[in-house]
Structures are given as C-alpha cells and as structure tokens.
C-alpha cells in the first residue's frame, strides 16, 4: 500500500500549531512528516525549533527559501509535491487549525489506495462537539457518506495523490493567488479526476485561527467587504479579530 508524506504548514497561530503537530506525531510516528514555518512571529518559531527536536519532524523556515512575505502556500505544495514525488507517496496536508484522530491517516490511505482517478480527498471538519462545521457546513444534511464534489474543497485535512501529482504541477500554480484549494480541485475535475469528501471521518477544526481577521466576514460581512474593497487586505489583517463585528 502506498504510504504518504505529512505537511503542516503553520503562520503564528501556536496554540492550535502544538495541538495540530502532537495529534500528527502521536497518531502518524511512522509518516515522514515536515512543518512549513512561514514567517511565524520569534516566539512561535522558538516554540516550533523546540517542538522539532521533541517530536521529530522535520521543521522547514520558508525564510530560508524565499524573502517573499507570507502567506506562501504556493511554495509550499511545490516543495512538499517534490518531496512526495520522490519518495512515490500520497500528500497529506494538516492544517494548523486541524486535530486529527488516530483513525484519520489509516482511512485516507485506505480511500485513496482502492479509488483510480482521485485527485483529493478529504475528512469532514467538526467543532468539538462534532458538529460539522466550516468549510464543510454545506454537506451537513447530505446523506451519503462519501461525497464527490466539484466546487467546495479544503485543504484543512485533504490527501492529494500520487497519481494526480504525477499529472498537474504546483509549481504552474498562479502566483498572484494567496489559497489552492478551490483552483486545485477544479482543475482537478477539469482533468477527469474526482474529489471526495469522507463525511464518516472527521477531524475537529478550528476555523481561521491563524487568521482571526477572516471572522468579520462571517460575523459582519458589509463591514468587511466595505474594508477589502476600499481600504485592501492588508487593513483587514492590521485591524481585525475574533471579536470584531
């Protein structure tokens, strides 16, 4: 069976980022695994070079790569799909806001080791209740367990196969956008692949914690976009937070 490498790439956020990498560590020993720091603030990259000699995993400073500012998750699944492409394994990206279970890895692997033609798939993301939560809240009624879609993709807890990567280049990606996800699984779709969402396997998500400005748009739309279009994004990331409304 053809196993997978393991990515987390991890902007501040260290709350989340230590729970996200122990829950991978603990769950996942035997997977290679590598933490992509992009321009974490000092204390939270100190946190993650203690982390790194903890629990073994290979930490990657994209400062060391590139002088641009983050986000850089285009540099991220260019270099991670080398890594995979080389050792002929899946990719799995966890998000920092992402805690997995033990059983998470094992039923990917299994999904994508039985499925020809799959580009992605995905567990269902839940709050700690288990209720399903964002991206996923669209799928919350759907019956069915395994869910193919064309549109709504995350990368919050996703497998993207060897296959696929064997026919589409991240390093091709659009460098002028900041996220993959939706572009990705288009084209995926686009190529004649499928992406899956496993509604019976769920990771619990904490949604936006690395960037707590992305809650005004859900807490107060108007006052969001009104910002985003006449004063840019970089104001939203200045001013915003969890309790802006």
């Keep these: 069976m053809r196993g997978a490498i393991i990515i987390t790439p991890v902007k501040n956020s260290i709350d989340t980022a230590k729970k996200s990498i122990a829950a991978v560590r603990a769950c996942a020993p035997e997977n290679s695994y590598y933490v992509y720091n992009d321009n974490s603030d000092v204390p939270a990259t100190e946190t993650l070079e203690r982390l790194s000699e903890t629990l073994k995993f290979k930490l990657i400073h994209l400062s060391d790569i590139t002088s641009k500012?983050?986000?850089?998750?285009?540099?991220?699944?260019?270099?991670?799909?080398?890594?995979?492409?080389?050792?002929?394994?899946?990719?799995?990206?966890?998000?920092?806001?992402?805690?997995?279970?033990?059983?998470?890895?094992?039923?990917?692997?299994?999904?994508?080791?039985?499925?020809?033609?799959?580009?992605?798939?995905?567990?269902i993301t839940v709050d700690e209740s288990g209720e399903i939560n964002y991206p996923f809240v669209?799928?919350?009624?759907?019956?069915?367990?395994?869910?193919?879609?064309?549109?709504?993709?995350?990368?919050?807890?996703?497998?993207?196969?060897?296959?696929?990567?064997?026919?589409?280049?991240?390093?091709?990606?659009?460098?002028?956008?900041?996220?993959?996800?939706?572009?990705?699984?288009?084209?995926?779709?686009?190529?004649?692949?499928?992406?899956?969402i496993l509604k019976d396997v769920s990771v619990i998500h904490y949604p936006h914690s690395s960037r707590p400005w992305k809650y005004l748009k859900y807490k107060n739309p108007l006052k969001y976009y009104f910002i985003k279009i006449f004063k840019g994004k970089k104001s939203l990331q200045s001013g915003a937070s969890p309790s802006t409304t």
Aim: glycine fraction near 0%.
């Design 138 to 196: 669209p799928f919350k009624d759907v019956p069915e367990k395994i869910i193919p879609t064309r549109k709504i993709m995350s990368f919050s807890c996703t497998l993207i196969t060897n296959e696929f990567m064997k026919n589409y280049s991240f390093a091709d990606l659009d460098h002028s956008q900041d996220w993959f996800d939706t572009i990705i699984s288009e084209d995926a779709i686009k190529m004649g692949f499928s992406n899956i």
């Design 69 to 123: 500012p983050s986000p850089n998750y285009d540099i991220v699944l260019r270099e991670a799909q080398k890594k995979a492409l080389e050792q002929d394994k899946h990719l799995i990206i966890v998000e920092s806001d992402v805690v997995i279970r033990p059983e998470t890895i094992p039923s990917l692997l299994e999904f994508a080791n039985q499925k020809e033609k799959l580009a992605m798939v995905a567990a």
